[in-house]
């Protein structure tokens, strides 16, 4: 069981009509995308598929058109955590077959210390066989898993990976040198992921790879295989659109991007908005010139 997920996952962004109704041919059409793409894994309902504005109901039928699509090919890891501990491990429960994994965030707002982020992962551990993958952000949960602490919950057995984006490398490079034998690190950033595979890490949950699987699956794999010439090329290729994915939040810049591919529309259920009509431009523009290439 231990790290059963590497290369280029990506965080699928969830399509809405104009009406903010799921929009479920352009998810069926992303999913087939990153199929064909090159794509290792696919997470459903991370913080990229706006999962803080869907309802229980409306996510159960988003993984299931995910699953549906998919048919296996890919391992499928859904996103499952929160600042209720005993909810999270309830939640658990409406998880269907054909799920291969959790993505579960570090809980935000209540801003626990480093032994309650344990006793929460020890407990949401004991409420399912699934394999776990914790998720550092603490620029959305307002606080930081320390390297100790991931060390801790490494320990348990069906807790086998850790998505890091604190954006501290420094960190990230600690507990990739500490960590035990099979115990993953995905990058949680896209912009330095090929840095941070080089330096040990296993892959990556992406946003650009929404947009751009092809060239996102061809620089993980190439870092993975220590070919960086390759890898570099296609990184410094995605590294203006990636700064301009993230300059007004995330998913409104990949949403254009996709738009631009024709799979979807950018509409945002609030509190989150489209972007300016300046960025737009320069996302199209730098899109159009990336599918050229």
């Known amino acids: 069981m231990r790290n059963p997920f590497k290369g280029a996952g990506v965080a699928l962004v969830t399509p809405f009509n104009s009406d903010y109704s799921i929009d479920f041919k352009g998810l069926e059409k992303l999913v087939q995308l990153q199929i064909d793409g090159g794509t290792d894994f696919l997470v459903v309902q991370g913080t990229t598929g706006e999962s803080p504005t869907l309802s229980q109901d409306e996510k159960m039928k988003v993984l299931d058109t995910v699953l549906s699509v998919n048919n296996g090919r890919l391992p499928v890891v859904y996103g499952a955590g929160g600042n209720n501990t005993m909810s999270v491990a309830e939640s658990f429960k409406k998880i269907p077959a054909g799920v291969n994994g959790i993505l579960s965030v570090s809980p935000y707002y209540n801003k626990p210390i480093q032994k309650g982020i344990i006793e929460h992962y020890k407990y949401i551990a004991n409420h399912t066989d699934l394999p776990i993958i914790l998720y550092n952000v603490p620029g959305r949960t307002g606080s930081n898993m320390l390297p100790e602490t991931t060390l801790a919950l490494s320990e348990i057995k069906n807790i086998v990976e850790m998505k890091e984006a604190s954006g501290n490398m420094e960190q990230i490079m600690e507990l990739i040198r500490l960590k035990p034998d099979g115990f993953g690190i995905l990058s949680g950033d896209d912009s330095i992921t090929m840095p941070l595979i080089a330096a040990g890490a296993d892959g ?9 699987p092809e060239k996102f699956s061809k620089m993980v794999s190439a870092s993975l295989n220590g070919d960086l010439e390759s890898a570099r090329k296609e990184h410094y290729d995605l590294l203006p659109v990636t700064k301009m994915f993230f300059e007004e939040g995330n998913p409104g ?33 730098e899109t159009k010139a990336l599918l050229s290439k």
């Open 204 to 212: 990556v949950i992406s946003v650009v790879a929404n947009s751009f």
């Open 253 to 285: 810049g990949v949403k254009v991007a996709l738009n631009v591919r024709g799979l979807m529309e950018e509409h945002m259920r609030m509190p989150l908005y489209p972007v300016s009509e300046g960025l737009r431009h320069r996302i199209t523009s």
